[in-house]
């Protein structure tokens, strides 16, 4: 992961753990990172706008789309119950692997107006129906519950399509592009689109009142993401 010809290193408050020493390991959002909890640039991000957005999260229930890393770790630490899960192809939905609950966010199971607080980093891109992903994030959120995450985004006003599925077979529309995740260890996830400006009407036509870009107080060495914010 170490680049020594970008290697920087940096001063602001992490949003995460209150540290302020911060260091660039490559030239990337994920190789940006906090000396003292290890939150990329991405964690960062989002945990700034959930602290802006929602400033109690001592009576909220949340559900985080992946179950291990430094968001979870903070979650855990602030709201009055998280519930996390993992998507993994071929596991039924609502079932545990490994102690590991297992969830669809184009079919989830759980209850209407089960949660104050849903979260994902990086999740909706690798979403085939991204729509039906909304829809039923939606549907689990209280009334006046708030979606929070990121998804890697351009400037350009459309989203675009990368590949989509015929008859069970990936048609690439564009050249594959992969996402390592580097916490849960799967095997690399194929992107399916890139997202544009556009999500904003996206999360509009899945239902949501309201739908914002945020962006963090901190630049983060020019790596700080922007944020959605979608609320019931």
């Not at 209850?111 to 689990?140: K, N, Q, W, Y």
């Not at 989509?164 to 580097?182: A, F, I, K, M």
């Not at 689109?193 to 556009?198: P, T």
Request: charged fraction near 25%; aromatic fraction near 6%; include cysteine.
């Amino acid at each position: 992961m170490l680049d020594l010809g970008a290697l920087r290193f940096g001063r602001w408050t992490c949003p995460v753990c209150g540290n302020r020493a911060h260091v660039r390991l490559n030239d990337s959002d994920v190789g940006v990172r906090c000396l003292r909890c290890g939150a990329s640039a991405i964690t960062q991000s989002i945990v700034g706008v959930i602290k802006a957005e929602c400033p109690d999260l001592s009576g909220k229930d949340a559900y985080e789309l992946s179950s291990r890393g430094a968001m979870v770790g903070w979650l855990e630490k602030h709201v009055r119950s998280l519930t996390t899960s993992e998507y993994i192809e071929g596991v039924e939905s609502g079932t545990s692997l490994r102690g590991v609950r297992c969830e669809n966010v184009e079919q989830l199971t759980f209850p209407d107006d089960s949660f104050d607080l849903c979260t994902s980093t990086e999740v909706f891109e690798h979403v085939e129906d991204d729509m039906a992903g909304f829809r039923e994030i939606r549907r689990v959120l209280r009334a006046g519950g708030v979606l929070i995450f990121t998804v890697p985004m351009s400037a350009s006003p459309n989203t675009i399509e990368r590949a989509r599925r015929e008859n069970g077979v990936w048609v690439h529309l564009l050249e594959p592009e992969y996402h390592s995740d580097p916490y849960s260890g799967h095997a690399p996830s194929l992107c399916i689109r890139n997202y544009g400006l556009d999500i904003q009407d996206r999360l509009l036509q899945a239902g949501f009142t309201s739908a914002s870009l945020v962006h963090p107080q901190s630049d983060m060495m020019g790596y700080a993401r922007a944020v959605a914010v979608a609320r019931r």
